[in-house]
């Protein structure tokens, strides 16, 4: 194993980003004097984990190395990981212990028929998400409170594409940033994965051409498990709504999950979020009397020209 072992790759990657975000007072160290690099140096990780400098500097730089349980435990307390980075750190591990993958078939991510009917007769906003974050299916008061995904192409159609590049997107979520952090986290725990899926890589490499907000909160490296939380919409026609959210994952293989929105029942979020149903099922009503009328003139008009009987009488 070498440093083209995509686990390897993202393992040294995840190392660093840690050891730059903690600072010498963070861990009982004195700063002395003038340091040239951000975080701590590699000798003082090592010194900490009791490891020498060298192994742990191939262990950033993903070379090869199959670093025991007892030793990421150490380094996970030297670099003071929460569970959930703890866990994310064992696993790249793991993964990079094994030989580099082959090239796998990935077939598209599908939504169950089933799945698609409980969209529909469900009473709050629901849409799938693919597991790296694509929109595959939505129910009408998803489209009311996000946006009509229709309106963008299918590739675009993505939670971390809309936030970062579509300006009503963003201007809809009152704590932006935190909403990107939890996309982009829930986003590297698919990469931690599946390295070298290529969705992932279209999607990194884009917005990171593209956006600097991105670029910046990707070399972050968080990553999130979350399945819940609450957030709040800014929406233009009902004002802030609060909902909290949950996940649930999909009959049969792993990826695509059910995210669910719902309000406190007889709190005014859910009064607004009522308001909003009752909106969108207007201007649904509207457009469809409208096409009806627009087919019922262009009936009479091939009527008149003589290609149709005419309602006329």
């Not at 169950?112 to 849409?127: F, G, I, K, N, W």
């Not at 997107?169 to 932006?176: K, P, Q, V």
């Not at 969705?199 to 909160?217: M, N, P, Q, V, Y």
């Not at 406190?264 to 409208?290: F, K, M």
Request: net charge neutral.
């Amino acid at each position: 194993m070498g440093t083209d072992h995509p686990y390897a790759r993202e393992l040294g990657d995840f190392l660093r980003a840690r050891r730059s975000r903690l600072r010498p007072q963070d861990v009982g160290l004195e700063p002395g004097g003038r340091r040239k690099v951000t975080g701590l140096r590699r000798e003082e990780i090592a010194l900490l984990a009791g490891l020498s400098t060298d192994y742990y500097q191939r262990l950033e730089q993903g070379r090869e190395v199959r670093p025991s349980d007892d030793a990421l435990d150490a380094i996970a307390s030297a670099l003071d990981l929460d569970e959930q980075e703890r866990r994310h750190l064992f696993g790249l591990a793991r993964a990079a212990r094994r030989p580099a993958p082959v090239r796998t078939r990935r077939g598209p991510e599908r939504v169950p028929d089933s799945t698609r009917r409980l969209l529909q007769v469900m009473a709050t906003p629901a849409l799938v998400i693919g597991r790296h974050l694509d929109v595959l299916a939505w129910n009408p008061l998803a489209e009311a409170l996000l946006g009509d995904p229709t309106t963008v192409p299918r590739a675009e159609r993505n939670l971390i594409v809309l936030l970062f590049r579509d300006p009503e997107s963003r201007l809809r979520c009152a704590d932006w940033e935190g909403l990107a952090l939890e996309y982009i986290g829930m986003l590297r725990a698919a990469v931690a994965d599946d390295p070298s899926h290529p969705r992932a890589t279209k999607l990194i490499g884009e917005l990171s051409i593209h956006s600097t907000d991105f670029r910046r909160l990707w070399a972050r490296h968080d990553v999130r498990e979350t399945v819940h939380g609450t957030k709040l919409f800014r929406h233009p026609e009902v004002g802030g709504i609060t909902l909290d959210w949950d996940s649930y994952p999909l009959p049969g293989s792993p990826g695509p999950v059910l995210l669910v929105y719902t309000a406190e029942p007889g709190s005014a979020d859910a009064e607004r979020l009522q308001l909003l149903a009752s909106l969108h099922a207007s201007r649904d009503r509207d457009r469809g009397t409208h096409a009806i009328a627009h087919a019922i003139t262009d009936a009479d008009a091939d009527a008149d020209r003589g290609q149709l009987p005419s309602r006329k009488g």
